[in-house]
C-alpha cells in the first residue's frame, strides 16, 4: 500500500550502479555526510555478480582488498602481429561486482542515515524547492538528486553525436588442460573475423585452468546471442581447447558517444555513470572514470552552496574520443588497424595514461601521432564543419 506521508530526504540515488555506490561510499569515508539523510533506490537488490570491471593503476587504491586478480602484462594481437605489453609502472586489476556490492553495502549497514529500498523509479520531477521521486510503491522528496538510471531515448533520437555500443557475451570457462598463462591478460585480440566491425576477444585468465574468456565489437548493431557464442567457442578451439565447463556468463552493451549527457543536469539533479557521460566513450571503460569523478564529486558536494548543472567541465579528451567515434560509425572495419598502429609500437604505459585522461598535450600528440592520419583528418574536418 503507498506511504499517504510523503518522506523528504537530503539526497536521494535513482538507481544503485558503480557511480552511484562509489559516491555514496566516499561520502561516508568523507565523514562529511553524517547529519544528512540518504535514500538509495532501485529494482534490483544487487544480489548476484552481474559484471566485471578492470582497471589500471600505478598506486594502491581504496578497493584494493576486493581485486580480485592483478595482471603485470597484456597481450595484444591483430591478423599480423603480437605484441606482450609490458604494463609497468600500472597493474590491470579485475573487480567482480558482487565483491564490489558487498563491500559497499557492508559500510553502508553501519550508518543510520542511510536507507536502501528496493523499489522501482518511475517519476522524477524537479521542484523550485525540491526534488520528487516517484516509485511504484511510494512517493519522497529531496533536495538534491543523483540519476544512474540510462535512457537510451535521449541518445538514440538524435543525430549530432554518433553513437556506438560496447557490446559483449563473455564465458568463465575451466578446462580439462592447463592452456592459459595466468600472469597475463588478453587486452585485445583483433586476430578474429572482422566482419567488416571492431571485433577482439578479451582474455582474463585467473589460473591455467581459469579465465573469462569475452567476444566484444565495438559497433552499431548488437548480435544473436549464438553468434557471440559462437565465436568463443570458435576461439576456445583456435586455443587447442576441446573439453571445459561454463561456470558463469555475463553479457552487457555499453554506449560508447560524446553526446553531452551533462546538458541535461539541472540546478537540483546531477546524472551521474553512463547516463551523465562518466563512461569513457572511446572504449567503454568505466570503472577508473567513475572513481576519478566521484571523488571530485564528494569534494563538490562539500561546498556550502552549489548548483548541480555546475559540476561537469568537457576537456579536449572529449573531443578525441568524438574524432575516433566519427571514424568507427562511418568506418567500422577500420577499429583493428587504429588500436593496432596505437599498440605495434607505442608505449603502453603511456598509451594507458592518454586513455585515463591523465597525459600532458604534448604526450597526447606522442600517442595520437600513432594513429593513421588521413581518417583523422577527415574526422577533424567532418566536426569543425559540423
Given at each position: 500500500m503507498?506511504?499517504?506521508?510523503?518522506?523528504?530526504?537530503?539526497?536521494?540515488?535513482?538507481?544503485?550502479?558503480?557511480?552511484?555506490?562509489?559516491?555514496?561510499?566516499?561520502?561516508?569515508?568523507?565523514?562529511?555526510?553524517?547529519?544528512?539523510?540518504v535514500l538509495l533506490l532501485d529494482e534490483n537488490q544487487k544480489k548476484t555478480n552481474d559484471r566485471t570491471w578492470c582497471f589500471w593503476a600505478e598506486e594502491e587504491t581504496i578497493w584494493n582488498s576486493i581485486i580480485s586478480k592483478r595482471w603485470d602484462s597484456a597481450l595484444f594481437a591483430s591478423k599480423d602481429f603480437k605484441?606482450?605489453?609490458?604494463?609497468?609502472?600500472?597493474?590491470?586489476?579485475?573487480?567482480r561486482s558482487l565483491d564490489f556490492y558487498n563491500f559497499v553495502f557492508e559500510a553502508l549497514s553501519k550508518h543510520s542515515n542511510i536507507t536502501f529500498l528496493k523499489e522501482k523509479v518511475t517519476d522524477i520531477n524537479e521542484l523550485e524547492t525540491h526534488v520528487f521521486v516517484g516509485t511504484e510503491e511510494n512517493r519522497y522528496t529531496c533536495d538534491h538528486l543523483f540519476n544512474s538510471i540510462y535512457t537510451k531515448a535521449f541518445v538514440l533520437s538524435q543525430t549530432k553525436y554518433p553513437v556506438l555500443q560496447q557490446h559483449f557475451v563473455g564465458w568463465f570457462v575451466k578446462?580439462?588442460?592447463?592452456?592459459?598463462?595466468?600472469?597475463?591478460?588478453?587486452?585485445?585480440?583483433?586476430?578474429?573475423?572482422?566482419?567488416?566491425?571492431?571485433?577482439?576477444?578479451?582474455?582474463?585468465?585467473?589460473?591455467?585452468?581459469?579465465?573469462?574468456?569475452?567476444?566484444?565489437?565495438?559497433?552499431?548493431?548488437?548480435?544473436?546471442?549464438?553468434?557471440?557464442?559462437?565465436?568463443?567457442?570458435?576461439?576456445?578451439?583456435?586455443?587447442?581447447?576441446?573439453?571445459?565447463?561454463?561456470?558463469?556468463?555475463?553479457?552487457?552493451?555499453?554506449?560508447?558517444?560524446?553526446?553531452?549527457?551533462?546538458?541535461?543536469?539541472?540546478?537540483?539533479?546531477?546524472?551521474?555513470?553512463?547516463?551523465?557521460?562518466?563512461?569513457?566513450?572511446?572504449?567503454?571503460?568505466?570503472?577508473?572514470?567513475?572513481d576519478k569523478k566521484t571523488s571530485e564529486l564528494v569534494e563538490f558536494l562539500q561546498k556550502d552552496t552549489f548548483k548541480m548543472y555546475s559540476f561537469y567541465q568537457k576537456s579536449r579528451f572529449w573531443f578525441y574520443d568524438l574524432l575516433l567515434l566519427?571514424?568507427?560509425?562511418?568506418?567500422?572495419?577500420?577499429?583493428?588497424?587504429?588500436?593496432?598502429?596505437?599498440?605495434?609500437?607505442?608505449?603502453?604505459?603511456?598509451?594507458?595514461k592518454f586513455l585515463d585522461e591523465e597525459t600532458t598535450l604534448i604526450e597526447d600528440f606522442r600517442v595520437i601521432l600513432k594513429c593513421p592520419k588521413i581518417p583523422f583528418i577527415k574526422a577533424l574536418f567532418r566536426v569543425i564543419l559540423r
Open positions: 503507498a506511504s499517504s506521508q510523503i518522506k523528504h530526504f537530503n539526497y536521494i540515488f535513482t538507481g544503485t550502479g558503480l557511480a552511484a555506490l562509489m559516491t555514496i561510499y566516499k561520502m561516508v569515508l568523507s565523514g562529511k555526510f553524517a547529519d544528512k539523510s605484441r606482450d605489453l609490458a604494463l609497468k609502472p600500472y597493474q590491470y586489476n579485475q573487480i578446462t580439462e588442460k592447463e592452456v592459459f598463462s595466468p600472469e597475463e591478460a588478453t587486452f585485445m585480440d583483433f586476430s578474429v573475423e572482422q566482419k567488416g566491425n571492431t571485433r577482439f576477444m578479451y582474455v582474463l585468465p585467473t589460473s591455467k585452468t581459469e579465465a573469462l574468456v569475452e567476444y566484444t565489437l565495438f559497433s552499431e548493431k548488437l548480435l544473436p546471442k549464438e553468434e557471440y557464442e559462437k565465436e568463443i567457442q570458435l576461439y576456445l578451439e583456435r586455443l587447442g581447447i576441446q573439453k571445459f565447463e561454463i561456470q558463469e556468463k555475463e553479457q552487457g552493451s555499453i554506449p560508447m558517444t560524446s553526446y553531452l549527457f551533462w546538458k541535461k543536469n539541472t540546478k537540483r539533479v546531477l546524472n551521474i555513470g553512463t547516463a551523465g557521460g562518466w563512461t569513457k566513450a572511446s572504449t567503454g571503460f568505466t570503472f577508473r572514470n567513475s566519427d571514424i568507427l560509425y562511418r568506418h567500422n572495419e577500420l577499429g583493428s588497424a587504429i588500436f593496432s598502429s596505437l599498440f605495434r609500437k607505442g608505449n603502453p604505459a603511456l598509451i594507458f
